[in-house]
Every structure is written in C-alpha cells, then in structure tokens.
C-alpha cells in the first residue's frame, strides 16, 4: 500500500520513518518533506496548503491512507476535502479542528463539558482586557485565539508585561488605526504544576493513549527565555503516574471525545492534550490541539515497536475498539538543534557538514532542513531533532548530547538540559 504524508518539519519526518517500517507499506510519499525525508521517502512538490493537488495527487496514485500532519491544514478543512472525494485520510475536520484552532471555542468547549481547566475570560478590545489583567495581577497568561504554531502564548509575570502580550495580539489602543473585534486574546488565570503531553488516537468514539511525554517550550536551559515551538521532549514522563494516567483518561480525554460526538463533530484523528499537574497530582487542561507534538512525536515514535501504520488505518476506518499498543520500556529523548537567531528571525541556508549515523538506538529528525545544489542546508527555525533510546532518562539524555555533538553547521543552538526534571526526580 501506499501512504501519503502532508508537512515538511521533524514530527513528519518521524511519522514517515515509522510508517514505512509496516509490511503492508510499499512508498511512503512526504508533500513537500524536508532533506531528511528526502534520502528515505519519496518527495511531493505541492504545498500543504493546495490540498486539490493533494487530493489529486492521492487520487492519481491510489494512495491507501494520508495522514496529516501540521495543524494548519486540518484548520482549513483538508480532511473535508479528502472524504467529500471517497480518499482514506486520518485526522480531524475542519469543524472538530476548532479545540485547536480557536482557543476561544476549546475554553467554551472545556467548560461546557466540565473538563477541568483554567479560568478564564476573552476579549477583543485591548482596552477592556488590559482592565481586567490589571484586576487580576500577575502571574497571569495571554494567548492568542487562533493558530500560532505553539507559539501564541505569553506566561506574564508582571500586569505591564502581560499589558504588552494585549497590545501585541490586539493592537494598541492608543493606535487611532485599530480596529477592535478583529481578533481576539484568551486571557487565563496561572496554573502552577509540571507540564506534560497527553496524546491518543481516536476514531471518533474509541481512544488509544500514546506514550506520554514532557515537552521543553522556553529556548534557554533552565526554562528560561521566550517560548518556542519545543527545544526537546522525552518520553514517558515519570510526572504522569498511574494515577494521573486514570485521572486524564476519565477527567478530560473521555469527556472531550464524548463531548465532540455529542455536538456533532466527532474528532477522528491525534488529540493531544497540554496538561497541567498540580502538587496533588490533579492535571487540568491547558490546550488541546488537533495533531501530534513536534518534538513529542519524534520519542513517541522512537519507542512505538507497534504497527503504525495498522493503528491509523483501523482509526480511519472507526476500528479502534480493543486495540493495545507495545512499547520499548526504554525512554526516548529527544534534543532539538535550532538554526542562530530562533525563535526569532532564524537564519537560514547554512550547510549542515557533519552528522551522526541513524541507528536503532538513535535518529536524526529533520525539520528545517533542505537539499540546495546537492548540499544539505537549514532551511527554517528548528533544524534537527536528535532522538536517543537510554535504559534511564539519564542514559538516554547522554546517548542523544553524544549524537548531538557529532552534527556541525554554523549558528547551530540547542538547550544542554532537556530531559532535567525526570534527571532530577530519578537522579
């Protein structure tokens, strides 16, 4: 059979090395890929955002199932296309894509259904919500309604940095060329806790958990500086013990699938829910999203000995029930290598001159990556994801900074202590 995968960073790069892994996959295509996709799957010159020439594309070489994914594509209704044309495709609609693409509905949405999250309040004129911040104090967090590519989120410590994340997302007020109600802020109040990723696979009305995992935002060691697409994650994340595992499940993943079919939008595809975890081990929701997390996906899979590509085909077909998945007991962690100037103006085309070899216990992801004039070269903010397989944490962590150090281009940054708060839990 053959697949089809659309994007072109490292989570699509690790869905296409394990989907080619399947006995019943004989191509594995990448529209538009990277230069990592390049040397083992098969390139697709069509944006992501043609989703006719996809669909075209899928149609001509009777491709068996496509699997989507960034989350841009599915907010613009891609898998609506792709059924209203009879084609196999994995993932949300439109519709169902709103718990990510508008925080807004996700919050409505949570809070109709009793999924425990943080308070809340919206707006869309500046003035009234630089008000209610300063009402409320600080810590407070500022996110911006619609998609963001994880990074539309602002952790205010102090009422004027948080007055500054308003004026960013809304515009001035004091700007005479605003105009209010064109787009709108979530304003929430500061969870304390420990962070992790929780994601399943859904068919619509059964689930299968993945392997949790912890993903790293900030761009500095010791979680420090401003927020970005992810410098690293490991996988499982020891903060989400049995207990919590339960808790997820009953509290905030059943009730959101239950809740999406009840309003008449079943969500078929990755749910992944950002979590929480308090001192008590209570987790609370602090976004979903529509897809896989980059870099969650790349140790998720690292660890995955099941068929994936049997696990998306019965979700596409609603063939969930009774599925169970088998997982190397080892951890996975993985070490993003950001191009200089990320996350804010990242310089590219510099030529990646040295990598390490992949191994069983070892790959490099691409995702800002290219091939120019023969040569490997970066080609957006996060560049590689460097994945390990260690029988600790800390193993797994020294396994990947070996690895790390045997790649080479000019301006390469990543953090030195991914992995950290397991490290410190475990020793």
């Not at 950002?274 to 997390?293: K, S």
Request: a neutral charge.
């Amino acid at each position: 059979m053959k697949v089809l995968v659309v994007g072109g960073g490292g989570r699509e790069h690790a869905l296409a090395w394990k989907l080619s892994q399947s006995a019943r996959v004989q191509k594995v295509y990448v529209a538009p890929g990277n230069g990592g996709t390049a040397s083992d799957s098969l390139l697709v010159n069509v944006a992501i955002t043609d989703h006719d020439a996809l669909a075209d594309f899928a149609a001509v070489e009777k491709i068996a199932l496509t699997v989507v994914g960034p989350e841009a594509p599915l907010a613009a209704g891609i898998v609506d296309l792709f059924r209203s044309r009879g084609l196999r495709i994995f993932g949300p609609t439109k519709a169902a894509a709103q718990l990510e693409s508008s925080k807004a509905y996700a919050k409505q949405f949570m809070q109709r259904h009793g999924i425990p999250t943080a308070r809340y309040a919206e707006f869309t004129d500046a003035a009234k919500a630089r008000e209610y911040v300063t009402s409320q104090g600080a810590p407070i967090v500022i996110k911006a309604d619609g998609l963001a590519a994880g990074k539309g989120v602002v952790v205010a410590t102090t009422v004027e940095e948080a007055h500054t994340a308003i004026d960013m997302m809304l515009g001035d007020p004091a700007d005479a060329g605003t105009m209010p109600g064109q787009a709108r802020v979530v304003i929430e109040e500061f969870m304390a806790g420990e962070e992790a990723s929780f994601i399943v696979v859904s068919d619509g009305t059964h689930v299968v958990p993945l392997a949790t995992s912890q993903d790293h935002k900030r761009i500095f060691d010791g979680d420090r500086g401003p927020n970005t697409g992810g410098m690293g994650a490991y996988s499982p994340a020891p903060v989400v013990t049995p207990n919590v595992h339960a808790r997820v499940m009953q509290e905030i993943i059943l009730p959101a699938i239950a809740g999406m079919a009840q309003e008449g939008q079943p969500f078929t595809g990755f749910l992944y829910a950002g979590l929480m975890i308090d001192a008590q081990g209570r987790p609370r929701t602090v976004e979903f999203n529509a897809r896989l997390g980059d870099p969650e996906t790349q140790p998720i899979l690292m660890r995955l000995k099941s068929d994936l590509f049997e696990l998306l085909l019965k979700a596409a077909d609603g063939q969930l029930a009774n599925v169970e998945l088998q997982w190397d007991r080892r951890v996975a962690l993985g070490v993003v290598m950001a191009a200089a100037g990320y996350p804010g103006t990242p310089r590219q085309g510099d030529p990646i001159t040295a990598l390490p070899a992949g191994s069983d216990d070892c790959q490099v992801f691409h995702a800002g990556t290219a091939m120019q004039d023969g040569r490997l070269v970066t080609r957006g903010g996060r560049v590689l994801c460097v994945t390990a397989l260690g029988e600790s944490v800390r193993l797994a962590q020294q396994r990947a900074y070996e690895a790390v150090r045997g790649v080479q281009f000019a301006g390469a940054q990543c953090r030195s202590d991914i992995g950290h708060r397991a490290v410190g839990r475990h020793g």
